[in-house]
């Protein structure tokens, strides 16, 4: 990690399973409540085949040209598929807004992480990215838990209509910071999205291995390696020594 710390002027995040855990326990409560609410508006419904539904839907933006999702479209998709009718604007609103506050009070910040920001900070100018379907929910979570006063820059998919591994992203997140893509290091739990996405932009990578994820992509003969293999977050305090 010595090393690698004086080559680098920003280290860039991703969010779920990197800063935050946003795994299967987190996703099977987001599809709890869905099915709740769905449940009180159009009644029963099978729920294994909701969650075979939400799994396709969380996996179909790494295919092709790694578009994001419509949440409001996936949403409607998803009525059709259970209930063979579509949802109101009010329903779809109410459903919508189930899906905001189930991700947001979903999600709990070890204290450390908070400390190992500050203690980057010193030495590196820090930012996030991260692949989710509702920029609302990243931002208000993120200054809900007092983390947003870190990041010189946030990156969402929602807003820029594209996943990582898709360059796009990485670009606004450099051009934002104005840093250099070598200059930077990546810190990411997904090895298609996290590490591919930012070695095939020319970042640096850490491959973060501290979560069990609820999208694993298994790696492929000639994928790019990480720089660094972390199994918890607080190794990455080597880079910033006191």
């Known amino acids: 990690m010595q090393t690698l710390a004086p080559q ?3 280290i860039i995040f991703d969010y779920g399973n990197t800063l935050i855990e946003f795994g299967p326990s987190q996703v099977n409560a987001c599809d709890r ?3 709740d609410a769905l449940h009180g508006m159009f009644g029963p419904h099978d729920f294994d085949r909701l969650q075979k539904i939400q799994h396709h839907e969380r996996r179909s933006p790494y295919e092709g040209e790694f578009k994001e999702n419509d949440l409001t479209g996936t949403t409607q998709s998803l009525i059709r598929s ?3 009718t579509d949802a109101n604007d009010d329903q779809l609103a109410e459903l919508l807004e189930v899906r905001f506050n189930v991700m947001v009070s979903s999600i ?5 992480v908070q400390e190992l920001l500050e203690r980057l900070s010193k030495r590196f100018r820090l930012g996030l990215i991260s692949n989710y379907p509702c920029s609302r929910s990243i931002n208000h979570s993120l200054a809900q838990h ?7 820059t946030v990156v969402v998919s929602a807003d820029v209509g594209h996943v990582k591994p898709h360059p796009k992203l990485f670009d606004l997140a450099v051009s934002s910071m104005n840093v250099r893509p070598e200059a930077t290091l990546y810190v990411g739990d997904n090895w298609l999205g996290d590490i591919q996405g930012a070695k095939r932009f020319g970042m640096k990578a850490a491959w973060i291995r501290q979560y069990i994820p609820y999208e694993d992509f298994p790696e492929n003969p000639g994928d ?3 720089d660094l293999v972390v199994e918890h977050l607080s190794e990455l305090a080597g880079l910033a020594p006191n």
């Open 8 to 10: 680098l002027d920003a």
């Open 33 to 35: 409540a869905l099915s």
């Open 82 to 84: 259970l209930f063979e």
């Open 108 to 112: 709990n910040i070890d204290p450390t």
């Open 146 to 152: 007092d983390l947003d006063r870190w990041f010189e």
């Open 224 to 226: 790019h390696q990480p």
